[in-house]
């Protein structure tokens, strides 16, 4: 991500009031989760699997945080039984920043498939996204997808582009 990017993230974070976000390894999505790891606005939670996540985000909600993934989509695909079972059913919202892999010029066809199905399962699954466009965007997209997710009391996913992660 470039540091354009990483700034409106983080800018749409606070001003969304998300104090809480767990995250995984993943060198796309690095310099966010770095900047996220070293702002004391931030309760961070490294995490081994996209599951464990929404089970700890979720407690942290309950806990009265506001709650966030950084996950990429092959992340949210892992993780669908999850979203359907402890935050669909149980009405516990969650902000979902997700990378978009694959497009127009993807060197790796593993990504490109993966990034086919993001969009048609988040719609399967019921769960509102946004695809953010340009990093110009991105501040709104996510104070506007959190505003949703605590009203709605679902998920709601932020989809990060190819601008947004390059």
Not at 27 to 51: H, K, M, Y
């Amino acid at each position: 991500m470039t540091d354009e990017a990483v700034a409106a993230a983080i800018e749409g974070l606070k001003a969304a009031g998300i104090d809480f976000v767990a995250t995984l390894p993943e060198a796309n999505l690095q310099p966010l989760v770095g900047c996220i790891a070293d702002d004391s606005a931030f309760t961070w939670v490294p995490l081994a699997r996209e599951e464990e996540g929404l089970g700890i985000c979720a407690g942290a909600w309950l806990g009265g945080r506001k709650t966030a993934m950084v996950i990429m989509d092959a992340g949210l695909l892992t993780c669908c039984t999850a979203l359907a079972t402890l935050n669909v059913l149980a009405g516990i919202p969650v902000l979902l920043l997700v990378g978009l892999s694959g497009g127009l010029g993807e060197k790796y066809w593993m990504h490109s498939e993966v990034g086919r199905f993001t969009e048609p399962v988040l719609r399967a699954m019921n769960i509102v996204y946004a695809v953010c466009e340009r990093v110009a965007d991105l501040p709104r997209c996510v104070l506007d997808a959190q505003t949703l997710a605590v009203s709605s009391k679902s998920p709601v996913a932020v989809i990060l582009n190819r601008e947004c992660l390059r």
